[in-house]
């Protein structure tokens, strides 16, 4: 019964260096969406996925961030080179289809960039 | 541009008060409205609403939508400590999954 899981809850990281952020939505969720939330701003989407179908990536900032979804269960998102301005604490949700509004949101990772 | 904002950005009030938290938007397909608490990190899901002028009710809480004003409140009477934390408002648009997230409005509760 265990709700999404992310890992690690912290990473600090230098600047150039490559990340790896992972998620474990809950058993059965085929929706999957990553979210960003800056300090004191809101959520920003960066990318959402549904089942085997193709995922939206409109909202990636940059080439250089990019997520995957093995399996239809867990997911990666991959920030490559990383800068300063990517700190942040990067949220994944995930839903069911029939109620993708009601998002069930793991605890997050919070990213330093030094 | 689809936007959600929310005020006060932040308010500290005494334990038994009554808050109300506002959020307006400009959407071009609007589906539904929700409301979320994010102590920490995660937010949780409180209200979805929908439908104009029906009032969801969970507890001391309490939220409505008016689609006239393109706005919705959330209501808190006899607040406690444990409300403290960030409430984020967010509007799903109708033409595809995309919620638009407001920046949330910080509540701090005294006691």
């Known amino acids: 019964g265990a709700g999404v899981s992310q890992s690690p809850s912290n990473k600090v990281t230098e600047k150039g260096k490559d990340v790896e952020l992972r998620c474990d939505p809950i058993?059965?969720?085929?929706?999957l969406y990553w979210y960003r939330q800056s300090l004191g701003q809101g959520l920003e989407f960066l990318i959402y996925?549904?089942?085997?179908?193709?995922?939206?990536k409109s909202g990636l900032p940059s080439d250089r961030f990019s997520a995957e979804r093995t399996g239809g269960s867990v997911s990666t998102l991959t920030i490559q080179r990383t800068q300063q301005e990517d700190s942040a604490v990067y949220l994944c949700?995930?839903?069911?289809?029939?109620?993708?509004?009601?998002?069930?949101f793991g605890p997050g990772t919070r990213l330093t960039v030094l | 541009e689809d936007k959600v904002v929310q005020s006060p950005l932040s308010l500290v009030v005494h334990e038994g008060d009554t808050v109300t938290l506002n959020c307006s938007y400009e959407?071009?397909?609007?589906?539904?409205l929700l409301w979320y608490k994010q102590e920490k990190k995660a937010p949780t899901f409180l209200f979805m609403l929908?439908?104009s002028g029906i009032e969801k009710k969970s507890g001391r809480l309490s939220s409505i939508l008016d689609k006239k004003e393109l706005s919705s409140i959330l209501n808190i009477t006899a607040t406690q400590t444990g409300d403290s934390a960030i409430y984020l408002c967010?509007?799903?648009?109708?033409?595809?999954?995309?919620?638009?997230w407001g920046a949330g409005t910080k509540l701090i509760i005294k006691p």
């Open positions: 949700a995930s839903s069911l289809v029939s109620s993708r509004n009601e998002q069930f």
């Open positions: 959407v071009t397909n609007f589906r539904s």
């Open positions: 967010a509007v799903e648009l109708g033409s595809n999954y995309q919620l638009i």
């Open positions: 929908t439908s």
């Open positions: 058993s059965g969720h085929t929706a």
């Open positions: 996925f549904q089942g085997n179908s193709a995922p939206d």
